[in-house]
């Protein structure tokens, strides 16, 4: 009997366990299931709303991107060249560029601070001398002329003396100019002159650039000119981009309104906003060619290249993402014209389409 009973106690507790172990797993189904439910599906993005704006129509043109200060130095003394910066070297503003012998104009500089002295000598005599015939005058024991000739030669003394010291001052201006130093912040383009040879007064040395003051020139039609504002934001590109790759911006500087008369032609000038241009690159400007018009827009950050090929995400009523091809039109501020199967209202994708793939769900965050 009591087997019996210990076995029936056993039987009672493994019961119990089990009915437990149920109860635990359907609690944590039940968990699972709400914690599914509770998920938000799809991917999640940042959305805004593509817009009708007035943007003006444009047309690309050719320009050339230029430096702002870009110079041949050339030296003011003759002399052998003994140093000259090498090409491609950046040199800081007051930087020597090149060195030339300055020797001779050493000598020449001591020979006019001999003459200097000499006359400095030479006037003190005469202004003692001057001091003595005044005296005897007093005592009538000179002549009233010889007195006027050591006057007018004591001022013609003092003429030559600020003379000879107007000459040493060009000596010594002439030896600083044997180094030639950075009149700006720059790069050396190219060499005009080679170390060892003789060069005489205003011979270039070399070609210097400053590659950081960057403006795009380019001719513009002359009936342009009524759609040109100064400040005014353009794309830019460079002239061997394709078409479908996003443009870099520029702002317009200057234009110039004075036309060619054969070309019917005007200069304008574009800063760039990057740094990344080089100088003598050929460049693709959008210029307004006409009145503002309603045009749809969207902002740039909704813009995706792939492929060869610009695309938009667009989200519809059911959540899914669309691909949507565009060619793009004139830009406005942070929006950009696009051309392609969008309207006004519709809601694109700005962030997080790297991870969209078309028709997939996505989650707009707020």
């Known amino acids: ?7 029936k106690i056993f039987g009672q507790q493994a019961l119990s366990c089990g009915l437990v172990l149920l109860m635990m797993l359907s609690t944590t189904s ?9 998920k938000p599906k799809g991917v999640a993005v940042d959305v805004a709303t593509a817009k009708l704006q007035e943007v003006a129509p444009a047309t690309w043109l050719s320009g050339d991107l ?5 110079s041949r130095i050339a030296t003011e003394v003759a002399g052998h060249l003994l140093n000259i910066a090498e090409v491609g070297q950046r040199v800081k503003k007051g930087d020597v560029l090149a ?3 300055d020797r001779l104009l050493r000598l020449r500089l001591r020979d006019n601070l001999t003459t200097v002295e000499r006359l400095k000598a030479h006037l003190s005599y005469l202004s003692r001398q001057i001091t003595r015939e005044k005296k005897l005058a007093e005592q009538n024991s000179t002549s009233q002329s010889e007195l006027d000739r050591l006057e007018m030669e004591r001022d013609m003394s003092r ?6 010291e107007i000459q040493v001052e060009r000596t010594r201006y002439l030896v600083e100019q044997s180094r030639i130093v950075a009149p700006f912040d720059g790069v ?9 040879e003789y060069l005489s007064e205003g011979q270039a040395l070399l070609r210097f650039v400053n590659v950081d003051e960057k403006e795009i020139t380019l001719r513009a039609p002359i009936h342009l000119y009524d759609n040109l504002t100064l400040g005014a934001r353009v794309q830019l590109q460079p002239a061997q981009a394709e078409a479908m790759s996003a443009p870099k911006l520029g702002v317009i500087e200057r234009v110039i309104p004075v036309g060619n008369t054969r070309s019917r032609m005007l200069e304008v000038r574009i800063k760039p906003d990057s740094p990344d241009w080089v100088i003598g690159e050929a460049v693709k400007v959008q210029l307004p060619s006409g009145a503002a018009e309603n045009q749809v827009t969207v902002p740039r950050d909704a813009l ?3 492929q060869n090929q610009i695309f938009v995400y667009t989200v519809d009523a059911e959540g899914k993402a669309l691909r949507v091809p565009v060619n793009l039109g004139t830009s406005t501020d942070d929006y950009i014209v696009v051309k392609g199967n969008i309207s006004d209202g519709d809601t694109v994708i700005v962030r997080g389409a790297e991870r969209v793939r078309p028709g997939q769900l996505v989650r707009p965050l707020l």
């Open 1 to 7: 009997m009591q087997k019996i009973f210990k076995h």
């Open 99 to 101: 060195t030339l012998n």
């Open 188 to 196: 050396v383009v190219e060499r005009l002159a080679q170390l060892g």
């Open 30 to 38: 039940v968990l699972a299931n709400n914690n599914a439910k509770a």
């Open 304 to 306: 995706v290249l792939r």
């Open 159 to 164: 003429q030559d003396l600020a003379a000879a």
């Open 66 to 70: 230029i430096s702002l200060v870009d």
